[in-house]
């Protein structure tokens, strides 16, 4: 009877090893379409396909880069290296604004917007309280660097929808990262690496705005990583409901703040090393409405404020919730740029023209045991690194370290002598790098 016991047990945690790490390598892939409310159907958008469908163009420096984002046409805009704006004419100030039905996606690891953000929001009258059928909408901006902003470095306003902003790495601004505000709606902003900084994301500019943002405001926040960003991750005015789960917070004075009858969903966070990872009651303003579920607080000073009902995501789209204990390895491997390689549909061959001239393929099989074969192309000879990473980030295995020709290569790695998990593997050429997950199960 005892061993029957014992092997039902064991049979039990073998499986439920597998349906966990088997979601954890989902969510690791990276998708090519948003999770959360920028993929919802509304307004008269089908979900958020940026420039999909359109002509594909490489941006080089700033005029180019500025024609293709006020452009009408249907565009994915891949930046390439550097491009340093001057700061805006118009009222958005600093800000440079996008047309509707754009994707902006970084080439590699090394693209970068200095000095000048992002807006995606015409400036219309104050006193419009519908959204108007002209409202800029479907963007998508990844795997870019802003710095150093004289505003915002992203800035979302004036009933924009649909917008998807994901694997960027925002720190410097003069004000927010990444503010959506007066309207907006239909949103996600996910696997950012966002640091050190002070006011983070604001969600509701003011309470002057609430005619045009009760009702709306309907933005997921999810696998960000936000590192010494002190306040505002996000602030909420409003909105209902807004969800935000599995994001990585640490070195904060607080994470949320919900006010105004605002309504938020948080769960499946990692809260770290701050004052105040949730609040209602904030700054003198009317009492917002949160609830919490599965989150897990290391080292915060004051307990989690609840308050009322929210309505549920869950209502709109469906998502997986990783478990908040391994969202600091998770959100640490996957946040940020250089970790996705043609994403939103992009065929290999339309980044021929740039640095990042490289294929790694998913390896194969994978799940494997106890070797798995790992492929990849190069349109050009280069020095590559091939490393295989646990999920801290630490090397424990060197495949390839030197000069490649042209052509498709493959490499064996063996996990004998390893324990049963997530790895990473992760190549590197030049500056560049690209990393895949692999599981390993025994």
Same mark, same amino acid.
């Given at each position: 009877?005892?061993?029957?016991?014992?092997?039902?047990?064991?049979?039990?945690?073998?499986?439920?090893?597998?349906?966990?790490?088997?979601?954890?390598?989902?969510?690791?892939?990276?998708?090519? @379409?948003?999770?959360?409310?920028? =993929?919802?159907? !509304?307004? *008269?958008? &089908?979900? $958020?396909?940026?420039?999909? /469908?359109?002509?594909?163009?490489?941006?080089?420096?700033?005029?180019?880069?500025?024609?293709?984002?006020?452009?009408?046409?249907?565009?994915?805009?891949?930046?390439?290296?550097?491009?340093?704006?001057?700061?805006?004419?118009?009222?958005?100030?600093?800000?440079? @604004?996008?047309?509707?039905?754009? =994707?902006?996606? !970084?080439? *590699?690891? &090394?693209? $970068?917007?200095?000095?000048? /953000?992002?807006?995606?929001?015409?400036?219309?009258?104050?006193?419009?309280?519908?959204?108007?059928?002209?409202?800029?909408?479907?963007?998508?901006?990844?795997?870019?660097?802003?710095?150093?902003?004289?505003?915002?470095?992203?800035?979302?306003?004036?009933?924009?929808?649909?917008?998807?902003?994901?694997?960027?790495?925002?720190? *410097?601004?003069?004000?927010?990262?990444?503010?959506?505000?007066?309207?907006?709606?239909?949103?996600?902003?996910?696997?950012?690496?966002?640091?050190?900084?002070?006011?983070?994301?604001?969600?509701?500019?003011?309470?002057?705005?609430?005619?045009?943002?009760?009702?709306?405001?309907?933005?997921?926040?999810?696998?960000?990583?936000?590192?010494?960003?002190?306040?505002?991750?996000?602030?909420?005015?409003?909105?209902?409901?807004?969800?935000?789960?599995?994001?990585?917070?640490?070195?904060?004075?607080?994470?949320?703040?919900?006010?105004?009858?605002?309504?938020?969903?948080?769960?499946?966070?990692?809260?770290?090393?701050?004052?105040?990872?949730?609040?209602?009651?904030?700054?003198?303003?009317?009492?917002?409405?949160?609830?919490?579920?599965?989150?897990?607080?290391?080292?915060?000073?004051?307990?989690?404020?609840?308050?009322?009902?929210?309505?549920?995501?869950?209502?709109?789209?469906?998502?997986?919730?990783?478990?908040?204990?391994?969202?600091?390895?998770?959100?640490?491997?996957?946040?940020?740029?250089?970790?996705?390689?043609?994403?939103?549909?992009?065929?290999?061959?339309?980044?021929?023209?740039?640095?990042?001239?490289?294929?790694?393929?998913?390896?194969?099989?994978?799940?494997?045991?106890?070797?798995?074969?790992?492929?990849?192309?190069?349109?050009?000879?280069?020095?590559?690194?091939?490393?295989?990473?646990?999920?801290?980030?630490?090397?424990?295995?060197?495949?390839?370290?030197?000069?490649?020709?042209?052509?498709?290569?493959?490499?064996?790695?063996?996990?004998?002598?390893?324990?049963?998990?997530?790895?990473?593997?992760?190549?590197?050429?030049?500056?560049?790098?690209?990393?895949?997950?692999?599981?390993?199960?025994?």
């Amino acid at each position: 009877m005892c061993k029957k016991i014992f092997f039902v047990v064991l049979l039990f945690s073998a499986c439920y090893s597998f349906v966990y790490s088997q979601s954890l390598l989902k969510n690791l892939e990276f998708e090519n @379409s948003p999770i959360g409310f920028a =993929s919802v159907n !509304g307004w *008269g958008q &089908n979900g $958020t396909t940026g420039g999909e /469908g359109g002509k594909t163009v490489i941006a080089t420096n700033e005029a180019e880069f500025l024609n293709y984002i006020a452009s009408p046409d249907t565009l994915i805009i891949l930046v390439k290296d550097t491009i340093k704006l001057t700061p805006g004419t118009s009222a958005a100030g600093y800000m440079h @604004s996008i047309a509707s039905n754009k =994707s902006i996606i !970084g080439i *590699g690891s &090394n693209a $970068t917007i200095m000095t000048g /953000g992002l807006n995606i929001g015409q400036l219309i009258d104050d006193n419009i309280i519908t959204p108007p059928a002209n409202a800029v909408h479907n963007i998508i901006i990844r795997n870019l660097s802003l710095r150093g902003s004289g505003d915002d470095a992203i800035n979302v306003q004036m009933f924009a929808h649909h917008i998807w902003i994901d694997h960027n790495d925002i720190t *410097g601004a003069r004000d927010g990262l990444i503010d959506i505000k007066r309207g907006s709606n239909f949103i996600t902003v996910s696997w950012n690496y966002c640091h050190h900084h002070n006011k983070t994301w604001l969600l509701g500019r003011d309470n002057a705005d609430s005619l045009q943002d009760i009702g709306r405001l309907k933005v997921t926040y999810h696998h960000n990583f936000c590192d010494s960003t002190k306040t505002r991750t996000p602030r909420v005015r409003y909105g209902e409901p807004v969800h935000i789960f599995n994001n990585y917070y640490t070195r904060q004075n607080y994470a949320v703040a919900s006010t105004d009858e605002a309504g938020v969903v948080v769960e499946g966070n990692y809260f770290q090393l701050m004052d105040n990872p949730l609040r209602v009651d904030f700054d003198g303003e009317p009492l917002g409405k949160a609830i919490e579920r599965n989150n897990y607080c290391d080292s915060t000073d004051n307990p989690m404020q609840m308050r009322g009902t929210v309505e549920e995501p869950s209502l709109y789209y469906s998502y997986t919730l990783d478990k908040a204990i391994d969202i600091p390895a998770i959100t640490r491997a996957g946040a940020g740029v250089g970790k996705i390689t043609a994403p939103n549909g992009i065929a290999s061959e339309s980044l021929s023209k740039s640095k990042t001239d490289y294929v790694l393929c998913q390896n194969y099989p994978n799940p494997f045991n106890p070797s798995t074969i790992i492929s990849y192309e190069l349109n050009t000879a280069s020095r590559v690194k091939c490393s295989v990473l646990n999920m801290l980030g630490e090397e424990i295995a060197v495949l390839v370290n030197n000069e490649k020709p042209a052509g498709k290569h493959q490499v064996l790695f063996s996990g004998i002598g390893l324990p049963s998990g997530m790895y990473l593997c992760q190549m590197q050429i030049g500056n560049n790098t690209v990393t895949k997950k692999m599981l390993l199960l025994k």
